[in-house]
C-alpha cells in the first residue's frame, strides 16, 4: 500500500484548536473523497504545546500512480491537481495550512507486526521521520534499519503494531523513512520512547534501552522530528 504522509503547520493566525477544527470539519469531508483514496487517517498531538506539528494527515493508494495524479510527485511540498476533489482539497489547504512549512514523504508502507487486526482507530502512536547519518548512503541506512534495527523496534515492551514507510524516491524525499509505533496507552508510550517535548528519549530498560542505544548506529537523531498522538481513522476501504 502507498500513502501520502503530511506533517501539518497551522497558519500564524490560527490556534491549534482553531487549525484542528478546521482541518476535521471542513477539510476532512473534501479530503476523504479524494480520487483514488482507500484509506485517511489523522494523527493529532496529545501534547499539542509541546508538539513539532498540529497533526499528521495519511492518506493511502492502491498504486503510485493514483498517489502522483491527486497530490503530485514527491519532489516538492506544494502540489498542483488536475482531478476535481483533488483541486478542491489543495485549494481548501490555503485557508489553514503554512504549506511551506509541511513537510511530507510519499512511500511505500510495511507492516512490521500486528496484534490488533489493522484497527488502529483510538491507538497512540510515535511517528518518527527518519533522517540518515552523515556519510551513509540511503541504501545502506535502509538495509541497517530494517534488518538490525527493526528486529530489536518491533519488540518494545508495549507495542501492538508497527510499520515502517519507504520513500517511493529517495533522491527527492525529505525523509529516508517513516517509524510508526503503536501502543494502546499512552502511559506505555512515554515510558519506552519518551514524551513529546523532545527528539530524544532516554529508557531504562527491555527492548526499549537496547533500540535507543542502536539508534546511535544509523539516525541523525537530533534532524529526527517526531510526533505522539491518537490515530483517528476517517475512511477505510481496503
Keep these: 500500500m502507498y500513502k501520502h504522509v503530511a506533517l501539518l503547520v497551522r497558519q500564524d493566525d490560527l490556534s491549534h484548536e482553531e487549525f484542528v477544527d478546521y482541518w476535521q470539519t471542513t477539510h476532512t469531508p473534501i479530503a476523504k473523497e479524494i480520487e483514488g483514496v482507500v484509506r485517511y487517517q489523522q494523527v493529532l498531538p496529545t501534547d499539542p504545546e509541546n508538539a513539532e506539528f498540529d497533526g ?52 511505500e508502507e510495511i507492516v512490521q507486526k500486528d496484534e490488533v487486526g489493522s484497527d488502529t482507530d483510538g491507538l497512540y502512536k510515535h511517528s518518527a521521520f527518519l533522517v540518515r547519518q552523515e556519510g551513509m548512503t540511503h541504501e545502506e541506512f535502509i538495509d541497517y534499519w530494517q534488518e538490525n534495527h527493526t528486529p530489536i523496534a518491533r519488540e518494545i515492551e508495549g507495542v501492538v503494531k508497527y510499520n ?28 519506552a520512547l519518551g514524551s513529546e517535548g523532545s527528539r530524544d528519549y532516554d529508557p531504562d530498560r527491555g527492548k526499549a534501552k537496547e533500540a535507543r542505544e542502536d539508534v546511535n548506529n544509523f539516525l541523525a537523531i537530533d534532524e529526527r522530528p517526531r510526533l505522539i498522538g491518537r490515530e483517528r481513522l476517517v475512511k477505510d476501504e481496503e
Excluded at 66 to 82: N, Q, W
Excluded at 101 to 106: D, K
Excluded at 166 to 189: C, I, S
Design 164 to 191: 515502517t514507510v519507504l520513500p517511493t524516491d529517495p533522491e527527492n524525499a525529505e525523509f529516508d523513512g517513516v517509524a510508526e509505533l503503536y501502543f494502546d496507552d499512552l502511559e506505555k508510550l512515554y515510558d
Design 56 to 107: 499528521i494527515a495519511e492518506l493511502y493508494f492502491e498504486t503510485l500512480e493514483d498517489v502522483h495524479a491527486a497530490l503530485g510527485s514527491p519532489g516538492s511540498r506544494d502540489y498542483d491537481p488536475t482531478k476535481e476533489i483533488a483541486a478542491e482539497a489543495r485549494r481548501d489547504v490555503a485557508n489553514f495550512l503554512a504549506i511551506d512549512e509541511r513537510p511530507r514523504l510519499i512511500g
